[in-house]
């Protein structure tokens, strides 16, 4: 089994161009970050692909020990990027739990990425009062993963709509409810717990690599007050609240993430 | 250096699709096919790529050994093929010498390719007669090889026209010799060398895969008695003459080649 086959990684446009490589939140997949990639071709060679355990790569290569925290999805990463032979200037843009993963893979590696882009990042779901507020309590946490192992579709059929966000579109909902329900449910858990109780606060304010944070305005996932704490972690980070409700935005509202993104990329002499 | 980035391989599309394989001819590169290539995405999962040597491969991984045959270039597709985990039922598109290079590799691998459509392909540039008329004398061929050497850049600008086709596109006689002229010299020439004196009448013989031939109407380098003879000795083989001038139906008439291959597709369920 060939990494690019396992991670079913997609390579698009010109080798000499920037590379971008697109990473996928918990329960999604790489054809979530289409809409946002399609803005880019032309003028960038993207990399886009699916986590072990997650889309269409390949179900034999999961290891339940590998995966149990996010280093083994950095790992993913790091493989993907040795497999197509790209070793530096890498633009990551993940999104959701990938932004905690991309920053343990940039650790790993410092020179594969020149700049990162999180859209939805959160270093750590728990509250940790007083200077803390990840937003869930450890009850709340396991209420979720008690649902999943009872009920799985009923627990995708909630968050779906939680992550699409309300008042988008509602074929949203069903993409992500799809893409819940297509993901092996066992797989799924161990994935969840390993995102749920990740606490990467340490790691992100090691980072050096410049970033962007786009955040959403009304996210019950990821707040608005982690997207400023990580803010005031990071050592170069630019700031950019979305006017979006929900946790999905290059989904929900593409055109508001590619503008934001083309800004930065304006700034950063990238493109 | 991986092979992924050696032959600088592009996939494009959804791994669960039927695998389309695009090799592009003498001189060229990968990006000449994306006309053709782009009226199939959505339902087919894509590979292309540049031999090593020409378009954007790597340079460095270069043998005049390996690449002084076509089975050298053959080798590149098992390899890329293998690199990404295809093993089977892969739809081969090849264009002029690719259409050789093509049949030695599933001549090598007999069930790496489900089907085979050949675009101006010629088994022999050569004549031999009185059996065979390939369109040129050993002279001619010798001429072009030695006009490559004393002026490469006076060479490009007389084949690129006949490739093109008069009467077409001037921008394609444009992006052909800015190919020819991109790819280096020493190495174009053994490229030529390999291509002009090649003689894989035998091979496409006993080649048993189906395939489609689609022979352009006034091509100076593969002319309709070429097509024909094809069409005679490959054993499951279906023809279609393409109303164009050149050798470059993929540039110049991208619709025609486009609709000549959704029939066939139609016909064998693939599409």
Known sequence: MTVIKRNNVRLMG???D???LFAHGFGCNQYMWDAVASAFSGNTYQILFDYVGSGQSDLRSYSFERYATLDGYAQDILEICEAIGVERDVIFIGHSVSCS???LAALARPNLFRDMIFLGPSPCFLNDPPHYFGGFERSDLEGLLALMNQNYVGWAEYLAPVVAGSGNDEQITGEL???FCSTDPIIAQHF???TFFADNRE???KLTVPSLILQHQDDALAGVAVGEYLHKQLKNS???LLDVTGHAAHMSHPGLVVSAISEYFT???IL
């Open 192 to 194: 969840a717990k390993a």
């Open 18 to 20: 920037p590379v971008l």
């Open 177 to 179: 409810s799809d893409s």
């Open 238 to 240: 630019q700031y950019k």
């Open 101 to 103: 993963i991309g920053v």
């Open 203 to 205: 790691d992100f304010a």
């Open 267 to 269: 700034e950063r002499n």
């Open 14 to 16: 010109n080798r000499t």
